[in-house]
C-alpha cells in the first residue's frame, strides 16, 4: 500500500498548483522509494520507459508546450473566442467535446484530449466564457461546476469510446481471460458491442450537459 503514496503526491502536487512535471517526477520518485528501489533504479526505469516505449514523450513535451501557450495566452484567446459565440453555452461546448473526444477515442486516438492537454486550457476556459457571455459574472461555486463538469466529459468520453477501438488494451485483456477459459470471441466482436454501450452514455451525459445550462441560469438568477 505504501507504494500508493505516489498518487497522494499528485493529489497534493496539483491542489497546491506546482509544476505539473515536477509533481509527476517526484511522484515517480516517492513511489520507487516506497517500493524499495534507489534513486538510480528509479530514474534507470524512466529513462528505459522514455526510450523503449516513449510513454513519457506525452509528459516531457506536451506538458511544456502547453504551459508556454498558457503563458502566452492561449486561455484568453479561447475564452475571448467563445464568448463571440452567441449560440454557445457552457452545456454546448461540453456536449461537442464530448462527441469529438468519444469519436477520436473510438479511433484509437486517445492522446488527443486529456485533462492536462485538453481540459484544463482549453475546454473549462471555453465552457467558462459561454456561461458569462449568457449569464455574466460567474461565483466561484459556478466556475467550479462548469470545470467539474469539463473533467468529467474528458473521463466518461474516453471511457466508453476507446472500447470501440479493436487493438485497446481492455479488449485484448478481456480476450486474453477469456481465451484462458475456453472461450475464443474475436477482439472486434467486443467493438462492436461497445457500439451500443457508447451511444447511450452519450445520450445519457448529453442530456446531463442540456440540463447543465438550465442549473446554471437559475443559479445566475438566485444569486441575482
Excluded: C
Excluded at 530514474?43 to 502547453?66: C, H, Q, S
Excluded at 452567441?86 to 486517445?110: E, K, S
Excluded at 462548469?146 to 469510446?161: E, K, P, Q, S
Amino acid at each position: 500500500m505504501l507504494t500508493l503514496v505516489g498518487v497522494l503526491v499528485v493529489m497534493v502536487g496539483f491542489v497546491l498548483r506546482l509544476n505539473p512535471l515536477l509533481v509527476i517526477f517526484a511522484a515517480s520518485l516517492a513511489s520507487g522509494l516506497a517500493a524499495g528501489m534507489d534513486v538510480v533504479a528509479i530514474i534507470e526505469e524512466l529513462g528505459k520507459a522514455f526510450v523503449g516505449n516513449r510513454y513519457l514523450a506525452i509528459v516531457w513535451l506536451v506538458l511544456p508546450v502547453i504551459g508556454v501557450l498558457e503563458r502566452a495566452g492561449l486561455r484568453e484567446r479561447a475564452q475571448s473566442l467563445v464568448g463571440s459565440i452567441r449560440a454557445a453555452t457552457a452545456g454546448r461546448v461540453l456536449l461537442i467535446y464530448f462527441a469529438v473526444r468519444q469519436i477520436t477515442a473510438a479511433l484509437g486516438l486517445t492522446s488527443l484530449g486529456g485533462h492536462a492537454q485538453m481540459v484544463r486550457p482549453l475546454v473549462a476556459p471555453m465552457a467558462e466564457a459561454a456561461a458569462e457571455s449568457r449569464l455574466g459574472a460567474l461565483g466561484d461555486g459556478l466556475r467550479h461546476r462548469i470545470r467539474a463538469h469539463a473533467a468529467a466529459v474528458d473521463n466518461i468520453a474516453l471511457f466508453f469510446g476507446e472500447d470501440i477501438f479493436v487493438a485497446i488494451g481492455s479488449i485484448l485483456l478481456m480476450k486474453s481471460f477469456l481465451a484462458q477459459r475456453g472461450h475464443d470471441i474475436d477482439a472486434f466482436a467486443f467493438a462492436v458491442w461497445a457500439i451500443p454501450t457508447a451511444v447511450l452514455a452519450f445520450v445519457v451525459h448529453g442530456a446531463r450537459l442540456l440540463r447543465l445550462d438550465r442549473r446554471l441560469q437559475e443559479a445566475a438568477h438566485d444569486r441575482a
